[in-house]
């Protein structure tokens, strides 16, 4: 349950009125409500009617919402054709309060047409021209509806609306015009309301030169003088004239000081008991009287208060106060005392106040009405504190209502975990003391008691605020305060800092902090593809000599003039002085920018400087937010630059244009690229076409290089599908013609772009002329690509960074039979994938160099064609035949590339002069002749020499094309001869020979040395046995056989040697275990004993050894222990080991176990062999 149903607001007085749309709107003059300041601005109105002499210029100077568009809305109805509905309406309205007042306005328009209304609504733009057209319009409608021809005067102020710059005489003299025939119309007088007045001001401020306040002061003498057909002038303000000239120097300040002086000003301020009877009026009841009488007990014990504590609003009795209160309900009626005061110390005044109740935010009226569940209930101070606080936050006024907010936030937010009694109460404290005091409305005792709906928890509520120490108590006052927990004087360190900041370098300032982001040039970017920017640069009269003329990036260049000497040396010097890259305003607010930049450099140093802030919530807190209203403020005179193009002056290469709204500016941008960039390709693909591509581009990039060089002739390059490639591919070379389908083959294939401008219809051919330019300059050296990227990146082809190597790419495809590249000074006769990579990533390391047939030797072409092609007949071009050549070299195993053995001289420098080779023409005319022994060819050589060199050259190379299938050849007889097998065994039988030998023998090793995965080599069956070698190869060279080098050869064969030796040994093994299987009893192990010495041969035989065996030797085996026990030293032991082993092993190879003399068996001849050693 709620009120809403028993409470309403009227939601005419929730909307600001708007001068021109509600003029005639019988609805805004019937709800008007004449108040005190309003009658008695009426009354001096009147009494201009009639005086030739008399003040008929007024300016009304009120906060935004302070009721002055209504006033003047109510005074023009008032001023109307008698038989006008809302002039009836507006006469009975003032009646109601003023019948003499009304009268007189009945007499001024009685037996008339009424007053001309001329109502305008102020824009940043020159105020003359809108005034001239308001003039020429309402004239225009004022004759329409009269019978026979306008007079000449109407055509004569249209005329003038339409010049540049009139004349204030002119403007004055066609006024004087207008009213000389008004009166011979029937018509009153002239009427004349500017609101929003401060909006031409602000232009004016900006634009110094043209000379609106002078205007304002001409038509306010003007309707001073007095007519037949008087003009009545109301300017309607926010503020005076003179805060509307800040920025301006001392000498504007007093001529607008001066203008000013020729209104009568009009405080627009209204007593709070003024604008409570226009809020009563606001609200609609269906209450029935009980609730009336409910209402009326709870107002009137708080009136009671106030009486009592001297607070009534104005001179009210406190029964008017009852009422006014009553009306007002569900305010409370301290909430509604304290409204209007509160909205005045606020940006918006009346206007924040009707807001409030229209308002559907959190803690606003619509909203209240919503938790307020009975008749009864009240919306209290605490809750106006919380709408404010929530929603309007941002509209805090003057510097010492905003610190009362800030302490007043900052005691809320200390005070912790409380009742929600004790919060508000502190909130209802604070919120009164923001308004200050104001006689006998403070946050007394009494007046704070009555506050609280539950009266009696005060004392209890203010025990703990004053516990805390979030409140205190002014005896003297008798007031309650939100104790104030700071001492720092912002306002005095701000001006302090501003003082040391001093004459600073504004644009200096600006270009360093880079405030303004670059200025998109949207509509050529659409329309070309191709993203482009202004960056922004400041400069002033001191300062744009300091500035680079030339560049090579578009930018705007802000000439900040701070006074009309600056845009004389302007006009003068900066105008032309910037190169054809550059667009340059004239932006007349120069001092205004000063002033904004200033205040926020100075709360920075601040920051820095004041370290109390640190250890001062409140001071901090409002530190925090005035910095935060000085950026934005800031921010936004930079952002006009942009937003608001009209204010600046615009010029191009001295030549001056005229901007007057952001599409005209966007429109003047755009031309001026056109200009700029009149040969630039259009080429639509935002993926690749910037200077920074993602990596998600760059990947794109990579496939679409590689599917140019594998697949030339394929529909779409190949692509299938839809991947970010193929749109690349469309764009760049498809739609392009760079790749096109050939008229007679009907294959695809690079081809130059179109040089018809109907054909090029992405205006490509420009930058591919640059290209081909670029090939023929190579002709003479070979030259990298980055030369090119400085000439293709800057007017007047302005291509970006990401789209150039695709360029250069096509470039190659395109001429590739011409064109020989380098990496790394090394020819390269073809590219790779891995090559596309690199030419990507570091272009620098790439070199191109164009060769045309002109000229050449045609023998020795006829020979190098025999050699490669086995053509004669055929003419070849230079890299038709090095590329063969270079390919064939490329692609030779490494192994031949670098081995020193088994080729011959000529084979060894036919390679060097290879990779040597800094040219094709250098390795076909002079290297390769030379390696082969011949002088380098001049021209004169006879066929039969030629013919000779052509028979060496096919040697070499067939010699070098063989090479590493003799390294192969070999490694094969090497191998059947370390298992010994014939070497001529072909390598089908020699793998199934070792094979078959070897098979089982992984068993007999652990493999700690690579015995066992060698065995696994030669015993693997899948693969081909040119794979089974070449696995073998791997193992032993730790790398393919084709990489080897000529130590890695060495290394293999040597583990050959080793490997096979070893395998011998287990298959001796293996084959003793076999012959003893079934003569040993149980598990038994077999021994290889060999012994080596110098000079002898090679002795060795297989053991096996079983249980049987083990027990028979184990007495001889502790003798043998024990007398080398005896030893002290292991080499010692070893030596008498080895003795007794090649011994033994020499004797039982002889077949003579026993001694002749029929001495002792092995273990006498051990023992005395051993005590020999021990003697020794």
């Not at 006074?563 to 910037?578: L, T, W």
């Not at 002898?1096 to 079983?1106: K, M, P, S, T």
Request: hydrophobic content about 40%.
């Amino acid at each position: 349950m709620s009120i809403e149903q028993k409470v309403s607001v009227n939601t005419h007085y929730t909307r600001s009125v708007n001068l021109e749309r509600d003029a005639s709107s019988v609805e805004v003059v019937k709800a008007y409500i004449p108040t005190s300041r309003a009658l008695r601005t009426f009354a001096k109105v009147a009494d201009g009617f009639h005086s030739k002499q008399a003040p008929r210029a007024w300016s009304w100077v009120g906060p935004y919402g302070s009721g002055k568009s209504t006033a003047s809305v109510f005074l023009g109805r008032l001023l109307a054709n008698p038989e006008n509905d809302a002039a009836k309406v507006a006469y009975k309205v003032l009646a109601e309060s003023d019948k003499e007042l009304a009268q007189k306005f009945a007499s001024a328009t009685e037996g008339s047409a009424g007053y001309l209304q001329i109502l305008i609504t102020g824009s940043p733009e020159p105020m003359a021209k809108r005034l001239l057209k308001g003039f020429a319009s309402a004239a225009s409608a004022f004759w329409s509806s009269r019978p026979g021809r306008p007079p000449a005067i109407v055509k004569s102020l249209e005329q003038l609306a339409d010049e540049e710059n009139p004349k204030t005489s002119d403007i004055i003299a066609a006024v004087d015009g207008l009213q000389a025939a008004l009166g011979n119309s029937s018509c009153a007088g002239v009427v004349l309301v500017i609101d929003e007045l401060g909006k031409f001001l602000e232009y004016e401020a900006r634009h110094y030169g043209a000379n609106d306040i002078y205007l304002l002061q001409a038509l306010a003498e003007h309707a001073c003088r007095g007519h037949s057909v008087n003009l009545m002038l109301f300017v309607l303000l926010h503020q005076s004239f003179e805060q509307y000239a800040k920025g301006l120097g001392e000498s504007l300040k007093n001529e607008w000081s001066k203008v000013q002086g020729r209104f009568e000003e009009v405080p627009f301020l209204e007593a709070s008991e003024q604008v409570l009877r226009v809020v009563s009026a606001a609200f609609n009841y269906t209450m029935n009287e009980a609730e009336h009488k409910l209402i009326e007990t709870a107002v009137e014990k708080v009136v009671a208060v106030l009486d009592k504590q001297d607070a009534l609003p104005g001179a009210m009795t406190a029964q008017e106060t009852v009422n006014l209160f009553s009306s007002c309900y569900p305010l409370h009626p301290i909430s509604a005392l304290l409204l209007p005061l509160l909205c005045q110390k606020i940006a918006q005044n009346e206007r924040t106040l009707f807001s409030y109740l229209g308002s559907h935010e959190e803690f606003g009226l619509q909203d209240m009405l919503l938790k307020l569940e009975s008749v009864g209930d009240f919306i209290y101070p605490h809750h106006i504190y919380d709408y404010f606080i929530t929603n309007q936050s941002s509209a805090l006024g003057d510097y010492m209502t905003h610190r009362r907010w800030a302490e007043v936030v900052t005691a809320v937010e200390r005070l912790g975990n409380v009742d929600k009694s004790d919060i508000n109460l502190l909130k209802t404290i604070g919120i009164l003391n923001i308004i200050g005091s104001k006689g006998g409305f403070k946050p007394s005792k009494a007046l704070l008691q009555a506050c609280m709906p539950e009266s009696n928890r005060f004392s209890k509520s203010i025990k703990v605020l004053e516990g805390q120490s979030v409140v205190n108590f002014r005896r003297y006052s008798g007031e309650y305060r939100v104790w104030q927990g700071s001492d720092f004087d912002l306002e005095e360190a701000l001006q302090e800092e501003l003082s040391n900041l001093g004459e600073f370098s504004l644009v200096e300032e600006l270009n360093r902090s880079k405030v303004m982001v670059p200025v998109v040039a949207r509509r050529y970017t659409i329309k070309n593809g191709t993203l482009r920017y202004f960056t922004p640069c400041f400069v002033d009269a001191s300062s744009f000599k300091k500035v680079p003329v030339k560049t090579d990036q578009p930018r705007i260049i802000y000439f900040l003039a701070a006074g009309q000497d600056d845009e004389k040396i302007f006009q003068s010097c900066a105008r032309e002085y910037f190169s054809n890259l550059d667009v340059v305003a004239l932006c007349l607010n120069g001092s205004q920018l000063r002033e904004a930049v200033a205040e926020s450099q100075a709360l920075r140093r601040v920051g820095i400087a004041r370290q109390e802030l640190n250890s001062d919530p409140v001071a901090k807190r409002e530190y925090e937010d005035r910095l935060s209203a000085a950026q934005l403020a800031e921010d936004k005179l930079l952002q006009s630059l942009t937003d608001m193009p009209q204010d600046a002056r615009w010029y191009y290469k001295g030549e001056e244009y005229e901007v007057d709204n952001k599409r005209q500016f966007q429109v003047f941008l755009s031309l001026v690229l056109e200009k700029v960039y009149d040969k630039a390709p259009a080429l639509y693909n935002e993926l690749m076409n910037r200077d920074n591509p993602s990596s998600q581009a760059v990947a794109a990039r990579n496939k679409l290089l590689y599917a140019m060089l594998t697949r030339p002739t394929e529909t779409d390059l190949g692509i299938e599908k839809f991947p970010p490639e193929k749109a690349v591919y469309r764009s760049l070379l498809k739609i392009t013609g760079l790749h096109k389908r050939e008229a007679v083959a009907g294959d695809w294939s690079f081809a130059p772009a179109p040089q018809d401008g109907r054909s090029d219809k992405s205006n490509l051919r420009h930058a591919w002329a640059e290209i081909e330019r670029f090939l023929d300059s190579t002709e003479s050296e070979a030259r990298s690509f980055i030369a090119l990227n400085e000439t293709l990146m800057a007017p007047p082809y302005g291509l970006k960074a990401g789209v150039l190597p695709i360029l250069y790419f096509a470039a190659y495809l395109t001429y590739q039979h011409e064109i020989a590249v380098y990496e790394s000074r090394r020819y390269r006769a073809y590219f790779t994938q891995e090559m596309i990579e690199r030419f990507v990533k570091r272009p620098d390391e790439f070199q191109i160099q164009r060769f045309r047939i002109e000229g050449m030797r045609a023998s020795i072409f006829e020979q190098y064609g025999k050699v490669i092609h086995g053509d004669t007949k055929k003419k070849h071009s230079l890299l038709e035949l090095a590329k063969p050549l270079a390919t064939f070299m490329g692609q030779l195993p490494e192994y031949t590339q670098k081995t020193k053995r088994g080729l011959s001289k000529k084979a060894l420098d036919v390679r060097v002069a290879f990779n040597l080779a800094k040219s094709p023409e250098t390795l076909l005319f002079e290297a390769l002749p030379k390696a082969l022994g011949y002088s380098a060819v001049s021209g004169s050589e006879s066929n039969e020499k030629l013919e000779c060199f052509s028979s060496d050259l096919t040697a070499v190379l067939r010699e070098l094309r063989d090479h590493y299938g003799a390294l192969v050849s070999t490694q094969r007889q090497l191998l059947a001869q370390a298992f010994n097998i014939n070497p001529s065994t072909n390598l089908s039988d020699l793998r199934r020979i070792i094979s078959g030998n070897c098979h089982g023998l992984e068993a007999y090793t652990v493999d700690t040395q690579g015995l066992r995965a060698f065995i696994m080599r030669v015993n693997k069956a899948e693969g081909s046995d040119e794979e089974w070698l070449e696995n073998i190869l791997i193992f032993l060279g730790h790398k393919p056989s084709a990489k080897w080098l000529d130590a890695d050869q060495d290394a293999a064969e040597y583990r050959l040697t080793d490997f096979s030796r070893r395998v011998i040994d287990l298959e001796k093994l293996r084959i003793h275990e076999r012959d003893r299987t079934s003569k040993m009893q149980g598990d038994f192990d077999v021994y290889l004993l060999r012994s080596i010495k110098k000079g002898g041969e090679i002795l060795d035989d297989v053991v096996a050894i079983d249980n049987n065996c083990e027990k028979r030797i184990s007495s001889a085996l502790d003798e043998m222990r024990s007398t080398l026990s005896r030893l002290d030293d292991d080499e010692l032991k070893l030596a008498a080991l080895a003795k007794i082993s090649d011994e033994f092993l020499m004797y039982y190879k002889a077949g003579s176990l026993l001694s002749a003399n029929g001495s002792g068996g092995l273990g006498d001849n051990v023992k005395a062999n051993l005590k020999k050693v021990d003697k020794k």
